[in-house]
């Protein structure tokens, strides 16, 4: 059919092309959007009662949430393929630390200074860069 094959090659495309970050609620949103345009295309409105297996069925179209998933895969195996040491691959084999992190602000450290007020530092003045004057 005429429409799928368009839907196929320019709209599936357009909505997956990875310029967002797709969460589970925007691919909700695009299943839904997906299915209202499979019906546009048969000429089906929804007091026609057609189940969306039957929709899918007569009009032979990739479904967006297999194919985001397929796209998903895709960009893991390119990026772990990668061997100039880029942060992709890093990210892709990270695994977070063991146990719980703790709630809230962490504690801050105390001052050297016995009490509140102005912290002084000294800074050295040995083995600064010769553009800095110092005088």
């Excluded at 929804?46 to 998933?69: F, W």
């Excluded at 962490?106 to 040995?126: H, K, N, Q, R």
């Amino acid at each position: 059919m005429y429409y799928a094959k368009v839907f196929e090659q320019c709209v599936l495309p357009v909505m997956t092309n990875g310029s967002w970050s797709l969460t589970r609620g925007i691919i909700r949103r695009l299943s839904i959007t997906q299915r209202a345009m499979e019906r546009a295309m048969l000429w089906v409105s929804l007091r026609d009662q057609m189940t969306n297996k039957e929709i899918r069925r007569r009009n032979r179209v990739t479904d967006i949430a297999q194919r985001v998933a397929k796209l998903k895969w895709k960009w893991a195996g390119h990026i772990a393929r990668r061997t100039d040491g880029r942060w992709g691959l890093k990210v892709l084999e990270w695994r977070p630390r063991n146990g719980k992190h703790s709630v809230g602000r962490p504690p801050t450290l105390p001052l050297e200074a016995s009490g509140p007020g102005p912290c002084i530092v000294e800074l050295p003045t040995e083995d600064l860069c010769p553009a800095v004057d110092i005088n």
